[in-house]
């Protein structure tokens, strides 16, 4: 669930989804579900980006910082899950 790709829940009337993406996204906004990460010399981050909200900050600069993106194809939990629906 993103700003970004969300529209509505499915099965929901429009306004009831609204609401309740709108207090979703409140929620998730809360700092205690937030993490600032520092860049220092040899850090290293990874996160998921399919369960995980990011904001790129460019606090690094001028210094340098090689960024690889890894998309993964399949995942045996989405299969399992598909399988049982």
């Known amino acids: 669930m ?3 790709f969300t529209n509505q829940i ?3 009337r429009s306004r009831e989804s609204d609401n309740l993406l709108r207090y979703l996204y409140t929620h998730m906004d ?3 579900f937030q993490i600032r990460f520092r860049w220092r010399r040899n850090s290293l981050a990874m996160w998921d980006n399919r369960v995980t909200m990011h904001y790129a900050v460019a606090d690094y600069l001028p210094a ?3 960024m690889n993106r890894i998309t993964i194809v ?3 939990r989405a299969e399992a899950t598909s399988a049982v629906a």
Do not use: L, T, V
């Open 2 to 4: 993103n700003p970004s």
């Open 64 to 66: 340098y910082r090689c």
């Open 10 to 12: 499915f099965g929901m």
């Open 74 to 76: 399949r995942d045996r």
């Open 30 to 32: 809360r700092a205690e």
